[in-house]
């Protein structure tokens, strides 16, 4: 590839240009001031690569890499550390063996995966630890949450037949890791519990009408809701264009499977994709799920600025609405309703609230650009559409937040909301502290990074009294 058309791929440069310095900084400089009962973490990971891809390279590529800022006493640190999952350390020793999404994806035997596992996606904090997960559903990496070192693979005791997805999840009342896993030629899902001390006590195979391409799933108090979408890689003529998204002409269903073991009841709903849930909950006979369900983009990216970048650029260009989807289990009836009309995706909630009814969530809002940039952030009232707007200084832009709850918090939104922020014009990265429930007032922190963080995907919470050190 050219060095040309290696300048075309926008997710290699400006605020999505990785950073290969690992480091380690305390007592960081603020505008404004950290609450003293904000205890705990932020960590946000993303695809970081480490030396600079050879060829044709798609965003979701890059080598997983964590940020963190750890609040206490009204200071904070920062800490960056690649996820050095078994795939990053053999190419350190210079083996070159395991594609990338442009590249022919390769199924060879006693490997669990046909694209290179990075632990790039996800972040879940289970067990005081937190675990990097993968998109394609891959082996999960325990993180140490006091260093971000990385502690190696975790196969629950060597229990775990498979792998696990992207955006599994962890109950706040058990401590129980609640988890799927997909194959892309196979159709088949499967889903797990692993204990909070990280014992695998249960593992259940679904059956499909054929392979899919599923994102993310919804767990409530007894049930998970798994997600059979139009994305299909049945056809061998598209197995190796993970780059490109081929719908399939059929309806997304909906899979509610009993958390303790059970046959799935399916429910089919009008054709759409779903990257992200934003929490499932019980509503006497309903399950209810709210999500940000796609809708078209509109976004044509102009050759000449992209060259052959232009298909990854004009799938990764996310639009989404809030949309809650209820599924009756005595009736079988499903019914589904749109709450907003304004475009927005990476939705958090307070982690307390996982698996039951939660009132709000929190949202990047998308920018009008074909690449993903996010300026500012809103917070819903699920059961009425309503947000309120929090916007970034112009030219600056944003990460999937976290919500932190405050040290003796009463109430759902009692505490605040955290994000990294960069500025494109600079490259000066900052930590956000904003308080939840005075949402659109300019951030209670200003948390000056001593370096850039490029864009990424996903964050977590990690409240200090919970984190394991070594």
């Not at 197995?239 to 499977?257: E, K, L, S, Y």
């Amino acid at each position: 590839m050219s060095n040309t058309a290696a300048d075309m791929n926008p997710y290699l440069k400006g605020i999505f240009a990785p950073v290969r310095e690992e480091v380690t900084a305390d007592n960081l400089p603020v505008i404004g001031e950290i609450p003293r009962d904000l205890y705990g973490a932020y960590f946000r990971n993303g695809p970081n690569p480490m030396s600079p891809p050879k060829g044709m390279h798609h965003w979701f590529d890059g080598d997983g890499m964590v940020h963190g800022v750890w609040f206490e006493n009204g200071k904070a640190r920062y800490a960056n550390r690649y996820v050095r999952t078994p795939d990053f350390e053999a190419e350190i020793e210079g083996v070159d063996f395991m594609p990338g999404i442009f590249s022919q994806a390769r199924e060879t035997p006693g490997r669990r995966t046909v694209y290179k596992d990075t632990a790039n996606t996800d972040l879940v904090f289970h067990d005081g630890r937190l675990l990097a997960l993968w998109y394609i559903s891959g082996q999960p990496v325990s993180v140490d949450a006091s260093t971000l070192e990385t502690i190696g693979v975790e196969d629950f005791g060597g229990a775990l037949p498979r792998n696990v997805s992207a955006h599994s999840k962890v109950d706040p009342e058990t401590g129980e890791f609640v988890f799927f896993d997909y194959a892309l030629y196979e159709p088949k899902m499967w889903v797990g519990i692993a204990s909070k001390e990280r014992k695998l006590t249960h593992y259940q195979e679904i059956a499909l009408p054929g392979p899919r391409l599923p994102h993310d799933m919804g767990m409530t108090e007894n049930y998970v809701v798994l997600h059979d979408l139009p994305v299909v890689f049945a056809e061998a003529a598209i197995r190796n264009r993970m780059w490109q998204i081929h719908v399939a002409d059929q309806p997304t269903r909906f899979g509610v499977v009993p958390r303790k073991g059970g046959e799935p009841k399916w429910f089919e709903f009008p054709s759409c994709y779903i990257y992200h849930v934003i929490n499932c909950w019980e509503d006497g006979d309903d399950v209810v799920m709210a999500a940000c369900k796609m809708v078209p983009n509109g976004i044509a990216p102009d050759p000449s600025a992209y060259g052959v970048y232009a298909p990854m650029v004009q799938v990764l260009a996310l639009r989404a609405k809030p949309f809650i989807w209820r599924m009756n289990m005595r009736t079988g009836r499903g019914k589904e309703e749109q709450i907003d009309d304004r475009l927005s995706e990476f939705p958090v909630i307070n982690n307390a609230w996982a698996g039951k009814r939660s009132r709000f969530s929190y949202h990047v809002v998308m920018d009008d650009h074909a690449e993903q940039r996010y300026p500012a952030l809103l917070k819903y009232v699920l059961s009425t559409g309503d947000a309120i707007r929090h916007e970034f200084p112009k030219g600056v832009f944003g990460s999937e937040p976290a919500f932190a709850p405050r040290e003796g918090a009463v109430a759902e939104d009692d505490g605040y909301v955290i994000t990294f922020v960069t500025d494109a014009a600079t490259g000066a990265s900052e930590a956000l502290v904003i308080d939840a429930r005075n949402f659109s007032k300019p951030p209670l922190a200003r948390v000056k990074l001593p370096q850039r963080v490029p864009a990424g995907f996903h964050g977590v919470w990690a409240p200090g009294s919970e984190i394991r050190t070594a």
